[in-house]
């Protein structure tokens, strides 16, 4: 019976809710709604034959590795493996990146960051670090590939980073854990007086193509947030935000929320580096150590709403806005007030050493759009303009960074964290597009089960309204990415003959195998459609060797051909490398397993592809 009643009730419920979906029909909309979508498919349409205007490179989060998306399309064009190994590209299993790869075999990638000249991408290199296992990476985009990797000592986790100041002199490491300095042993009951957060300064050798410790700062055990380098008049120094300045050790859900007010950390890196230059520093595990509260004059902090994540400086550099996570507002702050209240020595007190700037003698106005919730971070375009992503309230606010004034909203699907604009954290903004990058997809695609993609949906900025024209599902996760013009790219087209780079060999009949001991060493060449390992041999296709010898291949493709790839797997070896062309790899293992094992060309190359194989002969041990 009561279910009965239910059921009438239902089908009113269902009736009304039809009436009212009609009531609101209107077929006019529905014509001009199509009408939208076709000017929006447009939009990002990138006929065949025709190249996307933009790269975006994005974050891959915990998946290590760093997408490549093109836009306006939105399709994933590339992956370069950075902190995880991929068997597609040989990453992790060749020489080179094994060792760059060291012990780890998984990271967190959060902020890629491009290279700057004059504050604005020079399209030379892409920089980015590992929350997992305080690393540091550095891509060369002439090839898209890792150069180096360095673990960074005496941190934990460079979660802010990383980000690069306007002539790339230096790329930063703040962190989201404070650890014990030099990283010993300290109960956690000393948290206050034994754990630091410690900020690393990294160069970049361009020469060498290697990157370096320039020297790090002890400052206090409170978690480092999203930061930003200084541009224009404030382009000696950088600011980033704190959290748990509660200095709570557990619980931090409730524990780290306390405090009506954080701070943003402001620091002068020309002073630190000044600092360190006069010996003003203290040497732990060979770093230089530069502690705030014994060498003063190059950092403060700024007050501002609690528990803040994001601050982002503005493209003509004379301000940096904090988002407040939990409060829901972003406050604007004035670098020119800053500077004013240094020079005077206008502090509102000390905390751990390092001065307080007063809160209201350098904040400028904090800018609180209605019902909007969660700020996280915030870009800029070219016109005065700031986009700031709303993680609760699933939404990009525009507003005016001048005047406070909020001139647009635009919902997202769902829980954006960052957003990145066209060329926008250089001095000047493209203000084409905005990508927000959503946490969660939920109902947007095609589902897969109970956890589904992320997703990035594609802004278009130049109308009156911002409008979303594109949508694309994305592994996790996008953290962040930076948006560049095409056109400042000039990548390799095949990797130049060199006949002096070390172990490689350019013709068939330099191809050879030699023996030292219990070395066999490979001098091979790849082609379209054979492996040559030596030219001497009866079957110059096979490798021979000892159980128990150390085997190295090198392993040149010959190929000097746009897109000629080949790669180089021995069947159940668990080995695998891509030569690309004009390229050497070499890949080192020890035949511990004697036996007979095939081994192929695993990157399709050529119509005889399935026939580029040999064999890996492993003659048992007496
Ligand atoms: Cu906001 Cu790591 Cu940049 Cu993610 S962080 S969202
Ligand atoms: Cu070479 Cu397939």
């Not at 410790?213 to 404030?234: C, R």
């Not at 000390?350 to 019902?371: C, F, Q, T």
């Not at 493709?557 to 790899?585: A, C, R």
Request: charged letters at 25%; a negative charge.
């Amino acid at each position: 019976m009561k279910k009965w009643i239910a059921g009438i009730l239902g089908l009113a419920a269902g009736a009304l809710v039809s009436i009212l979906i009609f009531a609101d029909f209107n077929p006019k909309e529905e014509v001009a709604d199509q009408a939208n979508v076709a000017t929006n498919a447009q939009k990002v349409y990138v006929p065949f034959g025709q190249k996307d205007e933009y790269y975006l490179f994005a974050s891959g989060g915990h998946s290590g590795q760093m997408f490549i998306y093109g836009v306006p399309s939105m399709r994933h064009i590339r992956t370069i493996p950075v902190f995880s190994p991929d068997s597609a590209t040989g990453w992790g299993y060749d020489k080179h990146s094994k060792a760059l790869m060291g012990k780890y075999s998984w990271g967190d990638l959060h902020h890629p960051a491009l290279s700057e000249t004059e504050g604005d991408y020079d399209g030379k290199y892409l920089f980015a670090t590992d929350v997992a296992n305080n690393r540091a990476a550095v891509m060369d985009l002439k090839t898209f590939s890792v150069s180096d990797i360095l673990e960074v000592p005496n941190i934990g986790g460079p979660h802010c980073a990383a980000f690069v100041t306007p002539n790339t002199e230096y790329l930063f490491l703040p962190t989201r854990f404070a650890v014990p300095l030099g990283r010993e042993y300290a109960s956690l009951d000393e948290f206050s007086t034994k754990y630091k957060g410690v900020m690393s300064a990294v160069t970049f050798n361009e020469e060498k193509k290697k990157l370096e410790i320039a020297y790090q700062v002890a400052l206090p055990p409170w978690s480092y947030d999203l930061s930003d380098a200084g541009k224009k008049i404030s382009k000696d120094w950088a600011v980033m935000t704190t959290y748990n300045t509660e200095e709570s050790t557990t619980e931090m859900e409730i524990n780290a929320s306390q405090a009506d007010r954080d701070y943003i950390v402001l620091f002068n890196w020309r002073e630190l580096e000044k600092m360190v230059a006069d010996g003003q520093f203290d040497e732990l595990n060979g770093i230089k150590m530069v502690d705030p509260e014994k060498h003063k004059g190059a950092i403060y902090l700024v007050p501002t709403a609690k528990s803040p994540h994001g601050v982002d400086v503005t493209p003509d550099g004379t301000r940096f806005v904090a988002s407040g996570k939990l409060a829901p507002a972003m406050t604007v702050f004035s670098f020119e007030k800053a500077f004013k209240a240094i020079n005077e020595k206008k502090f509102a007190g000390e905390r751990n050493g390092i001065p307080v700037l007063d809160y209201k003698s350098v904040m400028e106005r904090e800018v609180n759009p209605e019902n909007a919730l969660g700020p996280l971070h915030s870009q800029f375009d070219d016109k005065g303009f700031a986009y700031t992503t709303m993680f609760i309230s699933s939404e990009i606010v525009k507003w005016n960074v001048a005047t406070g004034e909020t001139v647009d909203r635009v919902p997202v699907q769902y829980s954006p964290g960052h957003a990145a604009s066209a060329e926008g954290d250089t001095v000047s903004p493209d203000g084409k597009y905005i990508i927000a990058l959503n946490k969660i997809a939920k109902d947007t695609y095609l589902p897969v089960g109970p956890s589904h993609p992320e997703s990035m949906q594609l802004i278009d900025l130049t109308g009156k309204k911002m409008e979303i024209i594109q949508s694309a599902p994305v592994d996790p996760e996008p953290h962040y990415a930076q948006m560049i013009k095409a056109d400042k790219l000039s990548p390799l087209v095949v990797y130049p003959k060199d006949e002096k780079r070390p172990n490689s060999v350019w013709t068939q009949k330099d191809a050879r195998i030699t023996r030292n001991g219990n070395t066999v060493e490979v001098h091979g060449v790849a082609l379209r459609s054979k492996f040559i390992f030596d030219s001497n041999a009866k079957r110059k296709d096979v490798i021979s060797v000892k159980e128990g010898d150390k085997v190295v291949i090198h392993l040149t493709n010959i190929d000097l051909d746009q897109d000629i790839t080949h790669g180089f797997g021995i069947n159940s070896y668990n080995l695998n490398m891509e030569v690309q062309p004009g390229q050497t790899q070499t890949i080192e293992f020890i035949a511990d397993k004697a036996g007979t094992y095939p081994l192929y060309c695993t990157n399709f190359c050529s119509a005889l592809h399935q026939e580029m194989n040999g064999y890996l002969l492993v003659e048992p041990k007496a």
